[in-house]
Each structure stands twice: as structure tokens, then as C-alpha cells.
């Protein structure tokens, strides 16, 4: 059996797009190399601005319960390792087959970049994302008792998670500074994000928001003012004076070296000191996992507000090249809701090309919910992610004006 | 040790699966119908899935999610599968990946000086 559309990916996007394609008659098949569906959306649990919970294992259940009900076929645990393109057919190859189909989109998401700390390979040293997938997923404890290092809207949001399983969370603090890390290590910086998001952000981050929000007033006096001691979060400190100088354990983790810092990120000597943790998150931000649109040869562009080197893409969730499409964080990085947005759009773009346009008017519908529901988004993981999609559609059309054919086939 | 979280505030109550057995390092342990490679080991105390092939240090899981490739293990005699993406799954035979041989690297200490 041939399919029509194959996507990569089983996250909000991937399957929003699987749905609705599928309803529209399309044959689809999604991949992905986890064992569940839902992608990272699994892991997530957080409070909306009107009180109400963000489930995201039920709200995996309910697009995986649409998806098989719609017609989808669903191939967990299949790792893709290779794309190409044959004639008008994209050849997916996986670890058992490949698939083949003139549709093809990529929806793999994000992953959290690496941001290593003296001491960080040691086992109990683990990504904030990794300890939230195993509280909230495997249902497992990563430790006792953690410690996160990075303190932002993510690290933010999982720190309550972990708090919510009864976990105990020591502090959130900074790492110490090196050269790659200045946007996470300088105090200056990590204030003036958090105070970014702050305005826009429901429960999580509005809590440490509005108490930084207090130091706003006398705007970049707020880190002279911020107290030593931190200022508390569900009862987790949260420390912009301080930073963690070594994580250290004979084969696992054992404590944490913690020291004042000054405005600029340095150590203030003979402050260090020890807390003993048998676990360690470490939150780096995220990046699009974009590596299985390079192998198709799609072209990228660098654009720090969408969190790295995204696909060339246009509001269609189309790329250059023909019958490749993207969505979801692979295009930027963006909450849940606005990846099953882009998910709609893309699959109704696929469903319009393949159909001769009949679907034209629902495609442009759809593009403008995913606007609203960006405006609308309270979770923004960079403040200026409209400048971000403004770039992209600005790389769309000078890419256009300078090649004369208009897809490359 | 870490611990099953069996009740949670927010989410259902963990439900308890079939019993599953496996060898990690020639030792019988059990896990839980559901758990991942990663996670049936943690609750059994377990951080270590790997040591370093040069200079044998020990690793654990980093993402969790497949992504950085640090909990690599060796199943059933098949290499490099991720301990974080892969169920558990009855009789399963799990080593941790471990120091390789350094040819060059010693001759060249046992000669260079």
C-alpha cells in the first residue's frame, strides 16, 4: 500500500496534521522513534491564566484517540536515518523499512541544548527535560533532592512539576559563567528576560515575575536589589546571585559548589560553599531539531529569536522544496498549542496542493488561527518570536525574487 | 534511592503493570510494564548505564528523550541502544557499554616523550 503523506513525528504537530489529512481522505502514516505518542507534549503539566490544567498526557490521548480514529497509521519506535527523494517520491528509510510517498512532512520538534557545567557527565546530572519525562511520564523520581541550574520559563515551569510530585527542588541558580553561556550565566541578562516574559506569562513565571516586577519600577536597579537569599517560588529559592562552580560526586552525584556572583556573572572569591543534592537539572533552552530537513536538503537560515537554524519554510508550512513540509518547534520554538496550529496548517496545505486548491479558503482560516493563537499564547520561549517569523518571511521572498522557478522539484 | 511516584495531585495514580524481569550486568532485576530501559533501572536505585570507552567514567541518562545519545547500552548483544527510548521488555539482557581498546593511545604513551 502506498501513502499519500508520510510525517515525521508524532508531537502536536505531526499528529494535528495526520488528522487532518486523514480526514480528508488521505492516506497518512506517521513516524516516530518514542515509544509513546504525544512527543513532548507527554511531560507537560501547567496552570492556564484561568485556573484550569494543562494535561499534556491527556491531551496526547485525545489527538492520538482522533488520529487512529481518523484512519492514521501510527509507527512508534521507528527511528528515521535517512530521507531522499526520488523522482516526485520521497523515500523515507527507518531502522526496519522505508516508506514512500509524494508528501512529506517534517515535524520533529525540539531538543534541549546541551549547557555543560564543570562535573556534568556525572551520573544524576540530567537535562530539566529529561527529570520532567521521568516524573511525569515514567513516573519515576530522578532523586531525592535537585537542584536546577538555568533559571527561565521552562526550568521555571518544571520546577513546580517536580515540586507537584513531591519532589524536593533546593534552588533554582545560574551556572557559572563561560563563553558560550552569557545569555544564562550574567545575572544583568537572566533578569531582563525574565522581566521579557513576565508580563505575557500565566502562574509560573508571573510568580516570579511579579515579585521581580516590585524591583521593575527602578528597572535595571532590580538585580542591585534582588535579595541574596533568592526570592521564593513554591517555597524553591530562586538565586540570580549565585552559581553553581562544580557538580561533584565519586561515580554519581553527590553535591553541588555554589558561590556568589556579581552583576556580570564572576565569582566573588571564598563565597563557595557545598549542598549536598543527589541530583542535578540543567536547562539550556531549546533548539529546533531540524538534522532530517538538512538530509532532504532543505536550506536553513539562522534566526536566534526561533532558537537556532530553522528550514526555510513559509506560512503554508511549505518548504522550497516540492512536497517537503515543516511544523511545529522545528520551525521555531513556540508552546504546544501553536505547533498543533501549524500542524492544521500544514496538513491543509497538503490537502490543497493534492486537491488543486479546493481548499484554499480553510488554508487561509487556518493560517490566521495560528497567529491568533500565538498572540494569545501566555508561555513565550523568546520574547521577540513575531521578528523571528517576520525574518522568515522576509528569507521566503528574497529566496523567491532570486530563484526564478518557484519550487524546487 | 529513587521511588515510584504512585500518587500525583494532577495526574492519574501510576498504575501498576505485569512484572517484568531483566538482566542489567548480570544481575536479575524488575521492572514494571511501561517503564523504559532508563527508567526500570533508576527505580532500582540504578544511574549508571554507561562508562566512558576511553576513559571508562561513568554516565547516566542526560535528555531522556533520545536525543544525546549518554545512555547507550548494549541489549540482547546489539550496540548502542538508547536505555532512555527503549521498553523494558521480559529476559531483555542489558550490559552497559564499556571501555574500548586504545591501540594507538598507548603505544604512543609507552613511546612518546
Same mark, same amino acid.
Given at each position: 500500500?502506498?501513502?499519500?503523506?508520510?510525517?515525521?513525528?508524532? $508531537?502536536?504537530?505531526?499528529?494535528?496534521?495526520?488528522?487532518?489529512?486523514?480526514?480528508?481522505?488521505?492516506? *497518512? /502514516?506517521?513516524?516516530?522513534?518514542?515509544?509513546?505518542?504525544? =512527543?513532548?507534549?507527554? =511531560?507537560?503539566?501547567?496552570?492556564?491564566?484561568? $485556573?484550569? @490544567? @494543562?494535561?499534556?498526557?491527556?491531551?496526547?490521548?485525545? !489527538?492520538?484517540?482522533? #488520529?487512529?480514529?481518523? =484512519?492514521?497509521?501510527?509507527?512508534?519506535?521507528?527511528?528515521?536515518?535517512?530521507?531522499?527523494? %526520488?523522482?516526485?517520491? @520521497?523515500?523515507?528509510?527507518?531502522?526496519?523499512?522505508?516508506?514512500?510517498?509524494?508528501? !512529506? !512532512?517534517?515535524?520533529?520538534?525540539?531538543?534541549?541544548?546541551? #549547557?555543560?557545567?564543570?562535573? @556534568?557527565?556525572?551520573?544524576?546530572?540530567?537535562?530539566?527535560?529529561?527529570?520532567?519525562?521521568?516524573?511525569?511520564?515514567?513516573?519515576?523520581?530522578?532523586?531525592?533532592?535537585?537542584?536546577?541550574?538555568?533559571?527561565? /520559563?521552562?526550568?521555571? #515551569? &518544571?520546577?513546580?512539576?517536580?515540586?507537584?510530585?513531591?519532589?524536593? *527542588?533546593?534552588?533554582?541558580?545560574?551556572?557559572?559563567?563561560?563563553?558560550?553561556?552569557?545569555?544564562?550565566? &550574567?545575572?544583568?541578562?537572566?533578569?531582563?528576560? !525574565?522581566?521579557?516574559?513576565?508580563?505575557?506569562?500565566?502562574?509560573?513565571?508571573?510568580?516570579?515575575?511579579?515579585?521581580l516586577m516590585k524591583y521593575k519600577l527602578i528597572n535595571k536597579l532590580a538585580l542591585k536589589f534582588y535579595p541574596n537569599k533568592g526570592i521564593k517560588m513554591w517555597d524553591i529559592p530562586i538565586q540570580l546571585k549565585k552559581a553553581v562552580t562544580q557538580i561533584y560526586g565519586t561515580d554519581k552525584v553527590e553535591g553541588v559548589t555554589i558561590a556568589n556572583v556579581d552583576d556580570y556573572g564572576q565569582i566573588i572569591p571564598k563565597s563557595e560553599k557545598s549542598i549536598e543534592v543527589d541530583f542535578v537539572c540543567i536547562s539550556g533552552g531549546l533548539y529546533p531539531l531540524a538534522e532530517l530537513a538538512a538530509i532532504a536538503g532543505c536550506p536553513f537560515y539562522m534566526i536566534e529569536e526561533l532558537g537556532g537554524y530553522v528550514p526555510l519554510h513559509n506560512e503554508r508550512m511549505e518548504t522550497p522544496l516540492s512536497g517537503l513540509f515543516v511544523a511545529g518547534n522545528i520551525t521555531g520554538i513556540e $508552546? #504546544?498549542?501553536?505547533?498543533?496550529?501549524?500542524?492544521? *496548517?500544514? =496538513?491543509?496545505?497538503? *490537502?490543497?496542493?493534492?486537491?488543486?486548491?479546493?481548499?484554499?479558503?480553510?488554508?487561509?482560516?487556518?493560517?490566521?488561527? /495560528? +497567529? &491568533?493563537?500565538?498572540?494569545?499564547?501566555?508561555? %513565550?520561549?523568546?520574547?521577540?518570536?513575531?521578528? $523571528? +517569523?517576520?525574518k522568515m518571511q522576509k528569507y521566503w521572498n528574497e529566496y523567491f525574487a532570486n530563484n526564478q522557478e518557484s519550487f524546487i522539484i | 534511592m529513587s521511588q515510584r511516584i504512585k500518587y500525583h495531585p494532577l495526574l492519574e495514580d501510576y498504575k501498576d503493570g505485569k512484572n517484568i524481569t531483566f538482566i542489567f550486568n548480570s544481575e536479575e532485576y524488575i521492572g514494571i510494564e511501561g517503564d523504559t530501559i532508563a527508567s526500570a533501572l533508576l527505580v532500582n536505585g540504578i544511574r549508571t548505564l554507561r562508562y566512558h570507552e576511553e576513559t571508562g567514567t561513568p554516565h547516566g541518562l542526560y535528555c531522556n528523550i533520545g536525543q544525546c545519545f549518554e545512555c547507550r547500552v548494549n541489549v540482547n548483544h546489539q550496540q548502542g541502544v538508547r536505555a532512555c527510548i527503549t521498553p523494558i521488555e521480559d529476559g531483555m539482557v542489558i550490559k552497559s557499554q564499556d571501555v574500548l581498546p586504545t591501540p594507538v593511545k598507548d603505544w604512543r604513551e609507552k613511546h612518546d616523550k
Open positions: 500500500m502506498t501513502n499519500d503523506v508520510i510525517i515525521i513525528g508524532a $508531537g502536536p504537530a505531526g499528529l494535528s496534521a495526520a488528522i487532518t489529512c486523514a480526514k480528508h481522505g488521505m492516506n *497518512v /502514516v506517521v513516524i516516530d522513534e518514542y515509544y509513546k505518542p504525544g =512527543g513532548r507534549l507527554l =511531560g507537560q503539566l501547567y496552570e492556564e491564566p484561568d $485556573g484550569s @490544567w @494543562w494535561n499534556g498526557i491527556k491531551e496526547s490521548d485525545k !489527538l492520538y484517540n482522533q #488520529a487512529i480514529n481518523s =484512519g492514521v497509521q501510527l509507527k512508534l519506535s521507528v527511528p528515521v536515518i535517512n530521507i531522499e527523494r %526520488q523522482g516526485t517520491e @520521497w523515500n523515507v528509510f527507518t531502522n526496519m523499512e522505508t516508506l514512500q510517498a509524494n508528501n !512529506l !512532512l517534517v515535524a520533529t520538534g525540539a531538543a534541549e541544548s546541551p #549547557a555543560p557545567v564543570p562535573g @556534568w557527565t556525572l551520573p544524576g546530572v540530567m537535562s530539566v527535560g529529561a527529570a520532567q519525562v521521568m516524573t511525569n511520564v515514567q513516573r519515576v523520581k530522578p532523586g531525592e533532592k535537585g537542584i536546577i541550574i538555568g533559571v527561565n /520559563v521552562l526550568s521555571a #515551569a &518544571i520546577a513546580q512539576e517536580l515540586k507537584l510530585a513531591n519532589i524536593s *527542588v533546593e534552588s533554582m541558580t545560574l551556572p557559572k559563567i563561560n563563553s558560550m553561556n552569557h545569555d544564562y550565566a &550574567i545575572p544583568k541578562n537572566v533578569v531582563n528576560s !525574565l522581566l521579557h516574559v513576565s508580563h505575557l506569562s500565566p502562574s509560573p513565571i508571573i510568580k516570579i515575575g511579579s515579585n $508552546g #504546544a498549542k501553536v505547533a498543533a496550529a501549524q500542524g492544521t *496548517v500544514a =496538513g491543509l496545505s497538503i *490537502v490543497n496542493n493534492t486537491l488543486n486548491s479546493a481548499f484554499e479558503f480553510e488554508l487561509e482560516e487556518a493560517i490566521k488561527q /495560528v +497567529r &491568533i493563537i500565538r498572540e494569545e499564547n501566555p508561555i %513565550q520561549f523568546h520574547p521577540h518570536i513575531q521578528n $523571528g +517569523r517576520k | -
